[in-house]
């Protein structure tokens, strides 16, 4: 399987949490960096967070910075999205990516088919 598979998605109130799973063949795994988008209803797809190949960088959007951290286990081929403190406007598709480290979308190669986030106010 070369696509990602994403995890974790759910039904939150606001204030809450949820932690995202991204797993990936070891193939296509390691080496890369794995980042998380996001999509709502009816706007763009956004950038939300990247961490490089050996985690050893990170970059988070503005809006979810100091809400949101991203890690990685390369032991386990799988990257996580801790998202905490949840509002509505998170509210979207996740979905994770694994290509060149960056916020833009058409430096990945493998993207995964998206779970979905919704919180409630």
């Known amino acids: 399987q070369v696509q990602p598979v994403e995890s974790g998605g759910g039904l939150v109130q606001a204030g809450g949490s949820l932690r995202l799973s991204c797993a990936a063949s070891?193939?296509?795994?390691?080496?890369?960096?794995v980042g998380w988008f996001r999509q709502a209803p009816g706007k763009e797809r956004e950038f939300v967070a990247v961490?490089?190949?050996?985690?050893?960088?990170?970059n988070l959007a503005a809006s979810v910075k100091g809400r949101f951290t991203i890690s990685r286990d390369n032991a386990k081929n799988t990257v996580y999205l801790q998202m905490n403190s949840l509002k509505p406007e998170d509210t979207a598709v996740y979905s994770c990516?694994?290509?060149?480290?960056?916020?833009?979308?058409?430096?990945?190669?493998?993207w995964g088919q998206g779970t979905q986030v919704a919180v409630s106010s």
């Open positions: 961490i490089s190949w050996n985690g050893a960088y990170t």
């Open positions: 990516a694994l290509g060149r480290y960056g916020s833009n979308p058409l430096g990945y190669d493998y």
């Open positions: 070891a193939s296509i795994f390691s080496g890369n960096a």
